[in-house]
């Protein structure tokens, strides 16, 4: 979504990140489940009908980098969630059961490292508002 140029941007304070590849992290066996990726499409729907999302900043989705990932996580588990795509489901029903109530599924590397990368996103974007004003 274009920033047009009447609409600049210290008028919007208020920043959005939006991107359908977080949707694609979706439990395989429970339509039901808490972290239904139609819950997003729902609030983003909801943002958008009401002309909210138009007043905001709104920005794609970014991947984390593993050394913001790092200061967090240790490399085997890194690696673990971005590899755990590419592995058979039997693998992944494996290794979600070993983490209690977490699922995943084809999405879920690339969800996960847009949504971390995400959160960085909006936290930078935050500190250089408050430096430049």
């Known amino acids: 979504m274009a920033i047009m140029e009447e609409d600049a941007p210290k008028r919007r304070r208020v920043g959005l ?30 943002l958008n009908a009401s002309g909210l999302a138009q007043r905001c900043i709104v920005s794609n989705g970014k991947e984390a980098k593993d050394n913001h990932l790092a200061l967090v996580h240790s490399e085997k588990h890194i690696e673990l969630i971005k590899n755990i795509s590419s592995r058979n489901n039997s693998t992944m029903k494996r290794t979600a059961e070993k983490l209690d109530s977490i699922f995943f599924n084809e999405g879920s590397s690339e969800a996960s490292s847009l949504a971390a990368g995400s959160v960085i996103q909006v936290c930078t974007s935050m500190c250089i508002y408050t430096l430049d004003n």
Do not use: L, S, T
Not at 27 to 36: F, Y
């Open 17 to 46: 990140i939006y991107d359908d590849r977080m949707c694609n992290h979706a439990d395989p066996d429970d339509d039901d489940h808490v972290e239904n990726p139609n819950r997003i499409r729902a609030i983003w729907d909801k």
